[in-house]
Nanobody, 123 residues
Framework: QVQLVESGGGLVQAGGSLRLSCAASGRTFRRYMMGWFRQGPGKEREFVAAISWSGSYTYYADSVKGRFTISADGAKNTVYLRMNSLKPEDTAVYYC????????????????WGQGTQVTVSS
């Protein structure tokens, strides 16, 4: 089993920044690729970014490339999502997730999910 707990969401103005954290625990969490997804109002949950615990592999959705940075701190068992130049369309509940696949952008491939953290970007 893998447990994931997100934090760091909040209200920010357009152009601002936030850093989300995802604390992982469980006996086998290091075997999983970690990802961030988001679900905006009335929208489906979509892929944002993914990373291996070594940090050697990172992947981004085109909509966030160049603005968001995913990172992993093995010593703290935590994955981060640094979000810069935020836009109103980034407003969503952000979820941390873990997949046993080597890499995936598909939410159905992710076996474990956190409870989500709300990010609201005002214009």
């Amino acid at each position: 089993q893998v447990q994931l707990v997100e934090s760091g969401g909040g209200l920010v103005q357009a152009g601002g920044s936030l850093r989300l954290s995802c604390a992982a625990s469980g006996r086998t969490f290091r075997r999983y690729m970690m990802g961030w997804f988001r679900q905006g109002p009335g929208k489906e949950r979509e892929f944002v970014a993914a990373i291996s615990w070594s940090g050697s592999y990172t992947y981004y959705a085109d909509s966030v490339k160049g603005r968001f940075t995913i990172s992993a701190d093995g010593a703290k068992n935590t994955v981060y999502l640094r979000m810069n130049s935020l836009k109103p369309e980034d407003t969503a509940v952000y979820y941390c997730a873990a997949t046993s696949a080597s890499y995936s952008r598909h939410r159905n491939d992710y076996e474990y999910w956190g409870q989500g953290t709300q990010v609201t970007v005002s214009s």
